[in-house]
């Protein structure tokens, strides 16, 4: 069944092929790099500037809590979606 990347890439006029995800694990050492490494993003950047970096860090820290390994690393299992298509 036809989700929302084979629409937007038939309305580019596309002919969709092959469409999949791809799991994609990140694996961060400690609770400072997970943190640090979201920092980065721009959806952080705009937390940041709403509430302060204080605050986003701790929220962050909140987030990765689910994350923890029991060898002390972090890991959010990911998947992203592909689309392969034709002009």
């Known amino acids: 069944m036809?989700?929302?990347?084979?629409?937007?890439?038939?309305?580019a006029g596309l002919i969709p092929e092959q469409a999949d995800e791809v799991p994609?694990?990140?694996?961060?050492?400690?609770?400072?790099?997970a943190v640090r490494t979201q920092l980065s993003s721009g959806p952080a950047?705009?937390?940041?500037?709403?509430?302060?970096?204080?605050s986003t860090r701790?929220?962050?820290?909140v987030a990765f809590a689910g994350s923890r390994q029991p060898g002390g690393s972090y890991r959010q299992d990911n998947s992203f979606r592909y689309l392969i298509a034709r002009a």
Do not use: C, M, N, R
């Open 2 to 11: 036809p989700g929302k990347l084979e629409e937007l890439a038939e309305t």
């Open 24 to 33: 994609t694990p990140f694996v961060y050492p400690d609770l400072d790099t």
């Open 45 to 54: 950047q705009l937390a940041i500037e709403h509430a302060g970096e204080p």
């Open 58 to 61: 701790k929220a962050l820290a």
